[in-house]
């Protein structure tokens, strides 16, 4: 069974400082790396995508990914509360013949002023 | 207007009927998705199409079928529900040749 590990949280972070989000994976195989923001009651949204071993900025965003290790994270620089949401990690995985992502159950951030 | 359009955004029913969620996308997409969200669980796979004569189980097909009327339309039908099936369905869609996906708003099914 191919998986995807993330701690529930809450993580709580004040505003201002960095949020770091963390998924773990079981397929040595997958290639793509993903991050959804979802809000509370809506549907996720993509936030990055990272392929490459190394660090992919966007923004406040930086993804980490290091596939020696199967860890990918999330990075939030200057936190806001409008960053309060659940985080999913998704991640490729080849099953049933098709490549599929598998999600993470994510972790809730919560950003205190 | 939205890429990817579900309805209905809430149901309620009873055990017993048989409900239907509709997915519609504009994006061209050929790969096409139905997922559950439960608390706590995350998102879990249902069915998967990825052209209209390709459809697919996932890990949690018992109790569901679907149909890809066009590239653009994909149902659920829920032939007699429960309520262990009250539970938030997305739909979402991916291009051919990448993995990634994106979501309709959901819809927010209650079985009484």
């Known amino acids: 069974q191919k998986e995807v590990e993330q701690n529930s949280g809450p993580l709580s972070v004040p505003e201002g400082a960095i949020a770091s989000l963390n998924c773990t994976y079981s397929?040595?195989?997958?290639?793509?790396f993903f991050w959804y923001r979802q809000y509370s009651g809506k549907s996720p949204e993509l936030i990055m995508f990272?392929?490459?071993?190394g660090d992919k900025e966007d923004g406040r965003f930086t993804a980490q990914l290091n596939k020696a290790s199967q860890y990918v994270s999330l990075l939030i620089r200057d936190s806001q509360p409008s960053d309060s949401a659940t985080y999913l990690c998704?991640?490729?995985?080849?099953?049933?013949?098709?490549?599929?992502?598998?999600f993470g159950a994510g972790t809730r951030l919560a950003v205190h002023p | 207007d939205a890429d990817v359009t579900q309805t209905p955004r809430n149901r309620i029913t009873k055990t017993g009927k048989r409900i239907m969620l509709e997915c519609s996308q504009t994006?061209?997409?050929?790969?096409m998705y139905w997922y559950r969200q439960d608390p706590g669980l995350g998102l879990r796979l249902i069915y998967y199409?990825?052209?209209?004569?390709?459809?697919n189980k996932g890990e949690i097909s018992d109790g569901y079928s679907v149909s890809r009327q066009a590239q653009a339309k994909f149902s659920l039908s829920l032939e007699s529900a429960i309520p262990n099936q009250t539970a938030l369905y997305f739909c979402?869609?991916?291009?051919?040749?990448?993995?990634?996906?994106?979501f309709g708003p959901g819809t927010r099914l209650t079985v009484l």
């Open positions: 979402a869609t991916s291009d051919s040749g990448t993995d990634t996906q994106y």
């Open positions: 397929d040595r195989g997958s290639q793509s």
């Open positions: 998704a991640v490729s995985g080849f099953s049933g013949g098709y490549n599929k992502l598998i």
């Open positions: 990272i392929y490459s071993n």
């Open positions: 199409s990825f052209d209209v004569k390709d459809i």
């Open positions: 994006k061209g997409h050929d790969r």
